[in-house]
């Protein structure tokens, strides 16, 4: 299911809803303007926030959500944003629209075609995500159009054959490489480090060794989950719900079809219609008279490809037929009941329901759980709003402590310690790892008089007030506790560069020798086949220049040591692999036709006179999480 939602809710284009492209009217939240309508703060963290569940749900642990804490990331949506509204503009402006019919192929197609689709399910699926049909028919629509318009620019993209095959020989190269190593380890007993550079690097990197300012601190969350355990609600708001919403417990009735076709041509003749219509009506005789062999009947004498079925027209909705009057009669069939002939466009069509679930109330018993949670929900929502209110007052008027806001509003104290100025990967969500209320918390008020914070919004419908209990400064270590650390970091600074300058004489003396003494055995490398080349020296091989060979390359290898490598025969490989060749034209193509795309969008922003009226970054992911 939850697959499905995001194939159905987070479209590639779509980051957030767009109702209209007018209407909307300037105001403080305006972040930028595309095509003469704002888009708003608002918007923008709605964008942030799906964005953020849709990562959360595709990397499920492995998710942290202070990786996408940076203005890298905030302007990436912002750019998307103003992308798709550009190209939502041309959208409009080209008058491209998406039919009923196809729409609802794109629906039923989600589900694995028209025989598979339940109703219930869809709107289960929607409304768990606030949504409705209509909301989704508008919002599909939308993306379908989006995509249409995206297609026909992406698809102009190829790569030419003579690019392709440059680049595809450039991949599948092969040099033969011998290598020298001159391993760090080597040179470490050439080292002597004395307590003087043992100083000089504690004094140069000094950040290296402070700890930094940390904090023990109290603080008091208000969020739903507060407020929703201060909520009751009776049997009687229970009841009294459930008989004022009778639509909400009722699933509604379901009818599967099937039909026999006798077709007609456009056009036909008032003969070829009689005709048509008399044996229609007696294929209706039949089947009435052994309405079991319905299907049977239908896949000797229906013609429409829906007799290898057995004429199945699949569950029976607002629209799925070809034309309203066979709706109709199908909506008053019983079930195996056989309808007269119905004419449409395609012929006569003999109609049976061969399947139907009447509408069906869910008791009482069987929904108050969930009225409960929806009227709990209903209520908190407004109580939340005035508690909220007597949260910020309160935390504010008595500033010396949390405690007469936790016992007027029922709230319990937390503490948490080694809190510093910054949030802490290792805390995660937790509602103080914030960077708005660690800002609050560390001004020079709050540290130097332990004042409460001013109330703040951490995230939708969460409030935070702490303050500092006890606070430690920034230090340094002492170098006494450090210097067993610098000494080997210090060792393997010097071998290192004992390592580069005996390597550099190594290269040097290759060069001027052309020969191969001193190196291992030949090997033949490749991008894709390193044979154990270590991944830094493989680069440097490869983009060497080999127009005279042997050719020699010199490689600082980061805490390994150095390498010389002897380059002495490049070749292509003796069996072209056509499948790889095909595979990278494609990707060829599919960049370019990227960039296509890029340089579409970016007329379409130019056209549209997009304009930024206000920073982003001062909203952080944090603030508006879920």
Request: hydrophobic content about 40%; aromatic content about 6%; proline content about 5%.
């Amino acid at each position: 299911m939850q697959i499905l939602l995001a194939i159905i809710i987070v479209p590639s284009f779509a980051l957030v809803g767009l109702e209209s492209y007018k209407g909307f009217g300037d105001d403080a939240t305006t972040i930028a303007k595309v095509g003469g309508q704002p888009l708003t703060q608002q918007e923008f963290d709605n964008a942030l926030r799906n964005q953020l569940d849709s990562y959360r749900q595709r990397m499920g642990a492995q998710f942290d959500q202070k990786m996408f804490d940076t203005p890298e990331f905030k302007q990436n949506i912002l750019d998307q944003l103003i992308a798709e509204r550009a190209i939502g503009a041309e959208v409009i402006r080209s008058n491209l629209t998406i039919s009923d019919p196809q729409l609802q192929r794109a629906i039923m197609d989600l589900f694995g075609g028209a025989a598979n689709f339940d109703m219930e399910r869809y709107k289960a699926i929607l409304a768990s995500q606030g949504l409705t049909p209509a909301m989704n028919d508008a919002r599909m629509r939308r993306d379908m159009a989006l995509q249409q318009l995206g297609g026909a620019v992406q698809n102009t993209g190829f790569a030419p054959r003579t690019v392709a095959t440059t680049l595809s020989n450039i991949g599948s190269q092969e040099r033969e490489v011998q290598e020298l190593m001159l391993p760090i380890t080597d040179f470490v007993p050439q080292v002597k480090v004395t307590d003087a550079m043992v100083k000089a690097f504690y004094d140069k990197n000094s950040k290296f060794f402070e700890i930094p300012e940390q904090a023990k601190i109290e603080y008091v969350v208000l969020n739903n989950e507060a407020v929703l355990s201060q909520v009751k609600v009776t049997d009687a708001d229970i009841a009294k719900y459930y008989e004022a919403n009778p639509a909400a417990f009722t699933t509604p009735e379901t009818r599967r079809a099937a039909h026999i076709l006798v077709a007609l041509k456009k056009g036909a003749s008032a003969a070829d219609v009689a005709a048509a219509k008399a044996k229609a009506v007696a294929i209706a005789a039949e089947v009435r008279k052994a309405p079991a062999d319905f299907a049977k009947i239908a896949k000797a004498k229906s013609e429409d490809p829906s007799s290898e079925e057995g004429g199945d027209l699949g569950l029976v909705t607002k629209g799925s037929l070809p034309a309203p009057a066979l709706e109709a009669v199908v909506m008053k069939l019983k079930q195996g009941e056989i309808s007269d002939p119905v004419q449409s466009d395609y012929g006569f069509h003999v109609l049976t329901v061969t399947e139907l679930k009447p509408a069906v109330v869910k008791p009482l018993d069987s929904v108050k759980t969930e009225v409960a949670e929806a009227l709990k929900t209903a209520q908190a929502s407004k109580k939340y709003s005035e508690m909220a209110e007597a949260f910020t007052n309160t935390v504010y008027e008595q500033s010396d402590s949390l405690k007469p806001a936790a016992d007027k509003l029922g709230l319990k104290i937390e503490t948490a310690s080694n809190i510093s100025r910054t949030p802490s990967p290792q805390a995660g969500p937790a509602p103080y790892n914030n960077a708005k209320f660690l800002t609050a918390l560390f001004s020079n008020d709050s540290i130097t008089k332990k004042t409460n914070t001013e109330a703040i919004e951490v995230a939708p419908s969460t409030l935070v007030a702490g303050r500092i209990v006890e606070f430690k400064p920034a230090t340094k270590r002492p170098l006494a506790e450090v210097d067993a650390a610098i000494r080997q970091r210090v060792t393997m600074e010097e071998a290192s560069k004992l390592a580069m300058k005996a390597g550099a004489e190594k290269l040097a003396a290759a060069r001027k020798a052309g020969d191969a003494t001193g190196f291992g055995p030949a090997k033949l490398v490749s991008r894709s086949k390193p044979e154990g080349l270590n991944g830094v020296a493989l680069q440097d091989v490869m983009k060497a220049d080999t127009s005279k060979l042997p050719a020699y390359v010199g490689v600082e290898l980061p805490g390994m040591g150095y390498g010389v490598y002897r380059i002495g025969k490049v070749q292509q490989p003796a069996e072209q692999d056509a499948e790889r060749r095909k595979q990278e034209a494609e990707q060829i193509g599919t960049i370019l036709a990227q960039q296509e795309m890029y340089e579409y969008i970016e007329l379409l922003k130019q056209r549209a006179k997009v304009k930024i009226l206000k920073p982003i970054t001062t909203t952080t992911v944090t603030e508006v999480k879920e």
